[in-house]
């Protein structure tokens, strides 16, 4: 079993900065895909951004490229999305994923795809 916990969100303004910290427990991440997704509220869920196990390949929403990044640090166990230069679009709840399959270094988006979710950290982006 895997439990993943976001932490970081918070409500900013326009153009600020933040970091989300998503960190597992119960079994070891390291061989899996990590991805990042949102919602709002009466939307499906959308993706943000995925690192693979490896580290080898990293994608990115058209909408946040250029301003988020990802990274994981498997030592800790976890993944981070760094936002910057925000914007009241994203406005969302966060979620962090384990991609199901595990050394997969493809790019998909779907959260079908993804079995282990968190519970979700709140971002809110005031104009």
């Known amino acids: 079993q895997v439990q993943l916990v976001e932490s970081g969100g918070g409500l900013v303004q326009a153009g600020d900065s933040l970091r989300l910290s998503c960190a597992a427990s119960?079994?070891?991440?390291?061989?899996?895909?990590l991805g990042w997704f949102r919602q709002t509220p009466g939307k499906e869920r959308q993706f943000v951004a995925a690192?693979?196990?490896?580290?080898?390949?990293?994608y990115y929403a058209d909408s946040v490229e250029g301003r988020f990044t990802i990274s994981r640090d498997s030592a800790k166990n976890t993944v981070y999305l760094q936002m910057n230069s925000l914007k009241p679009e994203d406005t969302a709840v966060y979620y962090c994923?384990?991609?199901?399959?595990?050394?997969?270094?493809?790019?998909?988006?779907?959260?079908?795809?993804?079995?282990?979710w968190g519970q979700g950290t709140q971002v809110t982006v005031s104009s």
């Open positions: 994923a384990r991609r199901s399959r595990p050394y997969s270094s493809d790019y998909d988006p779907l959260p079908g795809s993804y079995d282990y």
């Open positions: 119960g079994r070891t991440l390291s061989n899996y895909a």
């Open positions: 690192i693979t196990w490896n580290f080898g390949n990293i």
